[in-house]
């Protein structure tokens, strides 16, 4: 019933941060008990890529799993009415050429679907979260097919399953209008195809989506 989109495997990601940009973007999280936690927070600035001088797809992923599109691409999901999206501006530039990049943006995604269901194989790893700092810390994807909690999706179109903020799950409108339209530089796959993982350390979710989104739906859950 649901999808997930991600960057082919046929080719590598077409953008990297520009880092002498991104230096200071990364809000930096300090642990008073684990000098080990210290890691990356929230993002503090739009995103600043370099582009591969080579033909530009529909889509574009950095090598942090940040999903961009091109302009045009972001006018047919609008025209769709496609939900469970806001975007986000992208300053780009390409590598080695001086000619001007394609306008881009940032897919952010607000839809929700909850937690994944203990049957996933996905639970709490208390043992390995910090209360301290927050580091949360869940066991891996083991069942795809038990992922997603049915009653906590919120209906929209593009939305995200707690902790995998990195995988971007679609309705099957998406997917039949991203392959009826032939859009370029993504993948779609069933979510009960996905593959299993060892575990995930994903942060916080205010990390991942707007301010105010991120209240709403982890304060409840001790996930914000």
Not at 85 to 94: G, H, I, L, M, S
Request: aromatic residues 10%; contains cysteine.
């Amino acid at each position: 019933m649901f999808w997930v989109t991600k960057s082919p495997s046929s080719h590598p990601p077409l953008a990297e941060w520009d880092h002498d940009k991104m230096e200071r973007a990364i809000e930096i999280v300090h642990c008073a008990d684990h000098p080990g936690h210290q890691g990356g927070g929230n993002r503090l600035v739009d995103l600043n890529v370099i582009l591969h001088d080579v033909e530009m797809a529909d889509f574009i992923w950095t090598w942090y799993s940040e999903c961009l599109v091109q302009e045009s691409a972001l006018a047919m999901l609008r025209s769709y009415g496609f939900t469970g999206f806001e975007v986000k501006p992208v300053n780009a530039r390409f590598s080695t050429s001086l000619r001007r990049p394609p306008n881009l943006w940032e897919l952010v995604v607000t839809g929700w679907a909850g937690m994944a269901r203990h049957e996933s194989g996905i639970r709490p790893d208390k043992s390995n979260s910090c209360i301290t700092c927050g580091q949360l810390t869940y066991t891996g994807l083991q069942k795809p097919d038990e992922l997603i909690q049915m009653s906590s999706w919120d209906e929209s179109d593009f939305f995200m399953v707690w902790p995998m903020p990195k995988y971007i799950f679609v309705t099957r409108r998406v997917c039949e209008a991203i392959r009826s339209h032939k859009l370029t530089g993504i993948q779609v796959i069933p979510s009960a195809e996905l593959e299993k993982t060892s575990g995930f350390t994903p942060g916080r979710l205010h990390y991942y989506m707007p301010a105010d989104r991120a209240h709403q739906l982890g304060d409840p859950l001790g996930i914000y």
